[in-house]
């Protein structure tokens, strides 16, 4: 427990290093966005463990059964290019954004990978997801809304 406790607090700590506080709450929004598949605003915990399966399997492009550096960071810089290009942003701002995500990306590789093998296993990749599913639903009801409190980061 305390170790999930550090390593859920060094996520958080990684991503508000990178956007500040106001991210917080777009954090758990962005979660609920990417994570609900039926589109009620909830993420179940079957839900999450469903889509968490699907983004690993798409992930592993080469069915090796573990995600390697460049399918991971590959797949994230992918589906930011989307998610930017849709973005109402001044290039320039897009550009930092993208380089800010990108580094955020390395440091979830190395926080993903906790034995440091060069590739995610599913089980390290289900290990992580739980603590990003736990430490979002902050209200601990079993899944993650609209009505979980985001914590305030304090620095
Ligand atoms: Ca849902
Ligand atoms: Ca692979
Ligand atoms: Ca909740």
């Given at each position: 427990m305390k170790t999930r406790s550090i390593l859920a607090a060094a996520i958080?700590?990684?991503?508000?290093?990178?956007s500040g506080a106001v991210a917080a709450s777009h954090a758990r929004d962005t979660f609920i966005k990417e994570q609900d598949q039926?589109?009620?605003g909830v993420v179940s915990k079957d839900e999450f463990a469903a889509t968490r399966q699907i983004q690993f399997a798409r992930t592993d492009t080469d069915k090796n059964g573990a995600l390697s550096h460049d399918e991971y960071v590959g797949?994230?810089?992918a589906r930011l290019d989307k998610s930017l290009s849709t973005s109402t942003l001044t290039p320039e701002k897009k550009d930092e954004e993208h380089m800010r995500q990108m580094r955020q990306a390395e440091v979830r590789f190395g926080v993903l990978d906790s034995d440091k093998s060069g590739a995610i296993t599913a089980a390290e990749f289900a290990y992580s997801g739980w603590r990003m599913f736990t430490t979002h639903d902050s209200n601990n009801d079993?899944?993650?809304?609209a009505a979980d409190p985001v914590k305030e980061e304090t620095n």
């Open positions: 958080l700590a990684a991503s508000a290093f990178a039926n589109g009620d797949d994230y810089k079993g899944v993650v809304s």
